[in-house]
C-alpha cells in the first residue's frame, strides 16, 4: 500500500524464520601463496616411447605419460612448481567427449590405429567403436612450457555426420594434499575466484571476449596449472569448470 496524502504510518510488523542452513563462508579471493613447493627444471623436450609402449613428454615445466595402445589415455600429469602428479584419478579423464546422437564416446572408446612420432609430440589416428564413418585425429605436443592438445574429427565415410565434441576433457585432478584446498580462477565477467565446490559454465565467440583460459593452483603447494584456448578463429566455444561429484 502506498501511503498518500494525509496518510500515518503508525506500526511495521515484520514477521521471519531462522535458517536452518548455515551461511557458507564468504570465498577467499587472495589466498596467500607459499614458495613452490618444487622447482622447473631446464626447459629442454624430451619425447620419447617408454618400454612399456607409453609415451612420455617432458619440458621441464609438465611431464605427461600417455598410453597409446590399444586405446587412448592420459596416465600422468606431472606439475613442476606443484611437485606432484595433479592427475589423482585417471579414470575420469576422457581427453575428449565425443556425442552422436545419444552415444558418447570418450577416448578408451576408440582403437588406435597408427601413431605416429615427430619432433616436439605424437600423433595417433583412433578409431571410436561402433563408428566406421568417423576418425579422430589426436596430437599432444610441447610448445615452450606448455602441453599442447589438438583433436580433429573427420568423416571417412560416403555421407556426411552429425556430431557434437567437448575437447580437451580434463578430469580427476587435483593439485594439493586435499581437494577442498585447490582454488580456481574462472572467466565470468571480471573473473571468479574460489575454492569451493561449483559447476561454472560460460561462453564466447560472436559477440562476447571472455579471455579464454581457465587456471587451477593450490596456495598451500605455490603454483598450479592453465588451460589455454589457441582459436585464431573466435568461434562459438563454451568452458565448462566443474568441481565437486555431487554439482
Known amino acids: 500500500v502506498k501511503p498518500g ?15 536452518t542452513v548455515p551461511a557458507p563462508e564468504p570465498p577467499n579471493l587472495r589466498p596467500d601463496m607459499l614458495p613452490p613447493a618444487g622447482q622447473r627444471r631446464p626447459l629442454r623436450n624430451t619425447v620419447l616411447r617408454q618400454p612399456d609402449g607409453s609415451m612420455l613428454l617432458d619440458n621441464g615445466a609438465l611431464r605427461a605419460v600417455f598410453r597409446v595402445a590399444p586405446a587412448l589415455e592420459l596416465l600422468s600429469l606431472h606439475a613442476a612448481e606443484v611437485d606432484r602428479d595433479i592427475l589423482a584419478k585417471p579414470a575420469a579423464c576422457h581427453l575428449f567427449r565425443l556425442r552422436v546422437e545419444e552415444r558418447l564416446w570418450g577416448c578408451r572408446d576408440a582403437t588406435v590405429e597408427k601413431v605416429e612420432l615427430d619432433g616436439d609430440g605424437f600423433s595417433a589416428t583412433l578409431a571410436p567403436d561402433g563408428l566406421p564413418a568417423l576418425r579422430i585425429l589426436f596430437r599432444a605436443s610441447l610448445a615452450g ?6 583433436c580433429t574429427v573427420r568423416c571417412v565415410g560416403p555421407e556426411a555426420s552429425r556430431f557434437h565434441l567437448s575437447f580437451p576433457h580434463l578430469a580427476g585432478l587435483q593439485l594439493g ?71
Do not use: C
Request: proline share 4%; net charge negative; hydrophobic share 40%.
Open 5 to 19: 496524502a494525509g496518510t500515518v504510518l503508525h506500526e511495521v510488523t515484520v514477521q521471519y524464520e531462522a535458517s
Open 177 to 247: 594434499e586435499t581437494a577442498a584446498d585447490d582454488h580456481y580462477l574462472f572467466p565470468w565477467g571480471g573473473g571468479i575466484i574460489a575454492n569451493g565446490n561449483a559447476s561454472l559454465r560460460t561462453a564466447y565467440g560472436e559477440n562476447s571476449a571472455w579471455w579464454q583460459m581457465i587456471d587451477l593452483f593450490s596456495p598451500a603447494r605455490g603454483g598450479g596449472i592453465y588451460l589455454r584456448i589457441n582459436d585464431p578463429t573466435g568461434l562459438y566455444k563454451a568452458p565448462h569448470l566443474r568441481k565437486g561429484q555431487d554439482i
Open 145 to 150: 612450457d606448455e602441453l599442447a592438445l589438438a
